[in-house]
């Protein structure tokens, strides 16, 4: 039996993660305590038995009925999406943002011809007038809004 | 009492013989004729302001002119326009917006002002001496002799025929647009700087194609009547085919003009929507700055557009929309 002060460390020095200054004092404790020198030597001996036993194979179905457990009892289980469904669904909602986004400027702004815009043709004949009178820059300036805004 | 009556009967008379004399001094015609391309080379800075339905534009431009229809032409305001230049070689005219060029139009295919149709369709009034920017003008009335033009007042330069100011108004005396020179300089044309009218060296893309036609080339191609003339005094003055930068389809383009207005006519191929009318429709008048009618013809849609009253532009819309060989 070991002493009741060094037991803890016993375990500890035995897993090998005992810091190395009270390594050292347990060594020298083991130097001078039988009774402890025993214990190290008995879990040992307990430890190198074990790893020498066989180790039997899970019975079939083992893994399935575990988990099949575990996910029906678990009463919280988080949400986890797999991989590839998450880029699928992050492109889906840029699609449906870009949609909304190009339906509320349609919906917003007034109705624009698919082929060029009034505007364009009002401003191609202001500068056509404008060049009566030398570039006039009365019919210059409309024709310059209206070409800025059909462009 | 009686010699006061006739003192005043040899005023008036002499007022009647010298008046006459005096004005026939000034050949306003061939003043108008310079209007378009003075023969002097000079820098002007101009204040241009228009009405347009409940709101109006205005700008200040600085030009720089030289004989033979040479000239840059820059907006200094509004914000939104600094940028825009024009440039004239005398040939070609570019339109460039923060030195890309965006447009062009060929000089020589576009009517100048033409004084005898104008004449033909408006009342000049008696030129009447004034002052502007310390220079001798001559102030001419311009009065259309039918409704639904505006009316414009010219203030020209006595020497040279340069349009320092201009005022257009509607019949009942609202205006529509007001030009005025703030600034005026004669220059040598040697102290032009070349640079000033430099073309562009890269063709841009973007540029559209224009192609001229004759009446009859044009009816012949686009399948249609191009009357000679239309009501109010505007007779048919030229006509190109243009194909815009990214349309791919042209469009044709005929102009009617009075002398001094011109209405544009656009036929647009192969894009008629089902909601279009076949009976010419005056757009809203808060849509552009100037009226527009449209309207279906077969598989095409005209848009007739024009500075005139809606009235009158509906009316020759609706003439051409009936023409029939």
């Known amino acids: 039996m070991a002493c009741p002060e060094w037991s803890e460390k016993l375990s500890a020095y035995l897993d090998g993660a005992l810091e190395a200054e009270p390594s050292a004092a347990l060594e ?9 020198r025993q214990t190290l030597h008995d879990w040992r001996r307990l430890r190198e038995r074990l790893r020498t036993l066989p180790v039997p194979p ?16 678990s009463p919280a289980r988080p949400f986890v999406v797999p991989h590839r469904l998450f880029w699928w669904m992050t492109a889906a909602a840029c699609l449906l943002g870009a949609g909304l986004v190009w339906w509320w400027q349609q919906a917003s702004s007034p109705p624009s011809p698919s082929r060029p815009a009034v505007n364009l043709l009002v401003g191609y004949h202001a500068d056509t007038v404008a060049l009566t009178l030398g570039d006039c820059p009365t019919w210059h300036l409309v024709a310059s809004n209206e070409l800025m805004e059909g462009e | 009492m ?41 820098q002007c800075k101009v204040v241009v302001t228009t009405w347009h339905s409940k ?14 229809g040479r000239y840059r032409v820059e907006y200094l305001a509004p914000k939104n326009l600094r940028g825009v230049v024009l440039i004239s070689d005398g040939k070609r005219r570019w339109r460039l917006v923060n030195n890309r060029p965006v447009w062009q139009l060929p000089l020589d295919e576009t009517p100048l002002l033409q004084v005898d149709l104008l004449t033909r369709n408006y009342r000049l009034s008696e030129p009447v ?59 040598d044309p040697k102290a032009f700087a070349p640079s000033l009218f430099a073309i ?43 194909t815009l930068p990214h349309h791919r389809r042209p469009f044709l383009h005929a102009r009617y003009g009075d002398g001094l207005m011109l209405v544009s006519l656009f036929i647009l191929a192969g894009e008629g929507e089902e909601e279009e009318a076949e009976e010419p429709l005056l757009l809203s008048p808060t ?27 509906h009316r020759l819309a609706k003439t051409l929309s009936q023409a029939k060989r």
């Open chain 1, 58 to 73: 899970p019975a079939v179905g083992m893994w399935r009925r575990v988990m099949h457990r575990v996910m029906r009892r």
């Open chain 2, 2 to 42: 009686r010699r006061m009556a006739r003192a005043r009967w040899v005023a008036w008379l002499a007022l009647m013989v010298t008046a006459p004399a005096g004005m026939a001094q000034v050949n306003v015609l061939s003043l108008l004729k310079k209007t378009a391309n003075p023969p002097v080379a000079y």
């Open chain 2, 129 to 187: 001496p004034a002052t502007l920017l310390g220079r001798k003008v001559w102030r001419v009335d311009v009065t259309p002799k039918v409704s639904g033009k505006p009316r414009h007042r010219f203030w020209l330069d006595a020497e040279h025929g340069i349009l320092l100011r201009m005022e257009t108004s509607r019949p009942d005396g609202t205006p529509i647009a007001f030009m005025t020179v703030t600034e005026l300089r004669f220059l």
């Open chain 2, 200 to 242: 562009p060296r890269k063709a841009a893309n973007r540029l559209p194609q224009v192609r001229s036609l004759s009446r009859l080339e044009a009816q012949k191609r686009w399948s249609l009547i191009l009357p000679e003339t239309l009501p109010a005094g505007f007779t048919f003055s030229g006509a190109e085919e243009v």
């Open chain 1, 28 to 36: 020298k404790h083991l130097e001078t305590c039988a009774d402890c």
């Open chain 2, 287 to 313: 849509a552009t700055r100037l009226p527009v009618v449209r309207w279906k013809m077969r598989e095409r849609v005209c848009y007739l557009i024009g500075g005139v009253s809606r009235p009158l532009l």
């Open chain 2, 55 to 68: 709101a109006s534009d205005a700008a200040m431009l600085r030009e720089w002119r030289l004989p033979g």
